[in-house]
């Protein structure tokens, strides 16, 4: 393993460059191409997380972070979420090894970590509309439903879509399109979880400390 | 020597002559992913919430651990790697950061200036009251 090989030896035929090697796999591709769509949708967290910045002390009056935010909830909807992050990683694991029973498992496991994220998540939102601190109360609480609620949105997408993978896993068996799109899932759900980190490190754990 | 070469899609994992030569499975890596990620958000909400350490400081200390742990996701959960097959990736990665970078320390800077320039201060619209 540890030959040292001359430079002209690597270059004229033991590797080929990229553009000799001729075009790359569709499962590189594709993969690529979801990876820059997930670093655009980042980019566009990071506007959101921009304007929550600006606007976080803006409450003309209204209850602030500290006031609001309950720290228990928000422990319990991280260690739903990187669970179900990790669970995310055994699956994809599970469908490299073409084992069905347990790519269901953890797509099960997955799913129901994520639905109970999302049913804490809803039930923050509501009870705090409830007590007055809706959307429209001030700037600040406009930016944070804007910011945790595209989260939670796009972990709703998320959940539909690996109901929808499931039902193609089952109906279709693990050919390439399938698995290809299960890999795109995979990496999408790892993105939510980094956006999630910074949500609960910027949001909830700066209000309260603030 | 005689593979072609080729790049690595993002998120995927190891391959399986690359995990027998480590001799690990590869649940081990998302294992390993796991404990790292829960040690710092565990670390997290104690900075948050421990009188011990000076206050001021306690966002940025925050702002570390975030950072550190999206790391930690990148490479243990999507694989991220510096090895020759991610350089593509990297590269779109680092271009992400770095428009995000820009938006997010952009947008505060650009605001705190002219929050500070919009309110002038007292004795100026004293001087102002007077002509």
């Known amino acids: 393993m540890n030959i040292v090989v001359p430079i002209h030896d690597m270059r004229s035929d033991a590797l080929p460059s990229i553009s000799e090697a001729g075009p790359a796999p569709k499962r590189i591709v594709v993969a690529y191409g979801f990876w820059i769509f997930l670093l655009s949708d980042i980019v566009m967290f990071g506007a959101l997380f921009a304007g929550y910045a600006v606007l976080v002390n803006a409450t003309a009056g209204g209850p602030n972070g ?9 422990a319990i909807e991280t260690a739903c979420l990187l669970a179900s992050s990790y669970t995310c990683g055994l699956m ?5 090894a073409r084992h069905r029973a347990a790519t269901y498992f953890w797509a099960l496991v997955t799913f129901v970590l994520g639905a109970a994220f999302l049913a804490l998540e809803i039930r923050e939102f509501a009870h705090m509309i409830a007590s007055g601190a809706a959307p429209q109360r001030s700037a600040f609480l406009s930016a944070f439903f804007t910011l945790v609620g595209c989260h939670g949105l796009h972990v709703t997408g998320g959940l539909v ?7 193609q896993v089952a109906a279709r068996g693990f050919r390439p399109a399938v698995e290809r799109r299960l890999r795109c899932f995979s990496l999408f759900w790892h993105a939510l979880d980094i956006i999630w980190v910074g949500l609960f490190s910027v949001v909830y754990l700066m209000g309260v400390a603030a | 020597m005689t593979a072609t070469y080729c790049d690595r899609a993002p998120g995927e994992p190891s391959t399986l002559a690359e995990r027998e030569a480590q001799g690990h499975p590869s649940a081990f890596v998302y294992t390993i ?7 710092l958000t565990a670390t997290s909400f104690w900075v948050a ?3 011990l350490l000076w206050g001021p400081g306690v966002p940025l200390g ?3 651990l975030a950072i550190a742990q999206m790391g ?7 694989h991220i790697t510096t090895g020759p097959d991610n350089t593509n990736n990297v590269l779109a990665l680092a271009f992400g950061v770095l428009i995000v970078t820009v938006v997010v320390a952009g947008s505060l800077w650009i605001m705190a200036n002219l929050s500070d320039n919009m309110m002038p201060p007292p004795e100026l619209m004293n001087l102002h009251m007077q002509h």
């Open chain 1, 66 to 74: 500290a006031a609001l935010f309950n720290q228990v909830t928000v």
């Open chain 1, 92 to 96: 994809s694991l599970a469908i490299n």
């Open chain 1, 161 to 167: 879509w690996l109901a929808v993978m499931m039902a």
């Open chain 2, 33 to 39: 992913g796991l404990v790292l990620a829960v040690i």
């Open chain 2, 49 to 51: 919430n421990t009188f």
């Open chain 2, 62 to 64: 925050l702002a570390v």
């Open chain 2, 72 to 78: 930690v996701h990148l490479v243990f959960f999507l």
